[in-house]
């Protein structure tokens, strides 16, 4: 090929030979360049992928929640605001409020206090142990962009979560998932196989991330034992 012909006469020639070496330098650095930044877009693509709706709820640190426990013959709602591992709820025309242990705020003060429900296992924190553990049973895209996942899970399991007491339950629960721009804004147990007080737990989330603090300041209120 002349063009190969031709490096093999500049080579000879003195006064060509540095300038062709050095285009040959400038090509090599050129290549390593080029193989350089393609791997790294491509490192970096990869870091970039967008995370899961179950890896979104795991990492969640604030939303505002409504919980509904349909029982037999009645509805208890159980509504607040969650905020790294600390909430403010509201349940039976009472406001409470939790940091690893459920306190009534009365005016002024607030003191330990009992709650009907274990509010706690709610949170995504601890939630997260449940949504491990689902087998998927169907799924529906709808037009809107909205998905609903139906899974199933053991009832003892369920059960032990719930009550912190062993069953021997031969059956499943079945668990709904509401997905939304890849986050999860809805969960849904029915408990009808467990045959307690309660046949179904629905739990929404909304304003996922966007909370900046709770109404409630401890610092400001006086502790009562």
């Known amino acids: 090929m002349k063009f190969l012909k031709d490096i093999r006469e500049n080579l000879k ?13 400038a090509l090599f650095f050129i290549f390593v360049f080029i193989v350089l930044n393609y791997n790294s877009t491509d490192t970096k693509i990869e870091k970039e992928m967008p995370l899961s709706a179950f890896d979104q709820f795991k990492n969640m640190t604030s939303y505002n929640f409504k919980i509904n426990y349909y029982k037999q013959d009645s509805m208890d709602i159980v509504e607040g605001t969650y905020y790294k591992n600390k909430a403010l709820i509201h349940y039976n025309l009472l406001n409470y409020y939790y940091e690893g242990n459920y306190y009534l705020i009365d005016n002024d003060s607030y003191y330990l206090s ?37 899974y199933t899970i053991d009832s003892n399991y369920i059960y032990n979560y719930l009550y ?53 300041n401890k610092e400001n209120y006086l502790y009562r034992e």
């Open 114 to 150: 009992d709650i009907q429900y274990n509010v706690a296992k709610i949170f995504n924190t601890n939630l997260s142990l449940i949504l491990d553990k689902l087998e998927e049973e169907s799924k529906t895209t709808y037009k809107d962009g909205k998905i609903e996942k139906n």
């Open 164 to 216: 912190g007491l062993e069953g021997t339950y031969e059956s499943s629960v079945k668990v709904s998932i509401i997905e939304i721009n890849k986050k999860i804004t809805n969960v849904s147990f029915d408990l009808t196989s467990l045959m307690t007080d309660i046949n179904k737990i629905d739990i929404e989330y909304s304003n996922i991330d966007e909370i900046t603090g709770l109404e409630f």
């Open 13 to 25: 020639d003195p006064k060509k030979r540095s300038l062709t070496l050095l285009g040959f330098y």
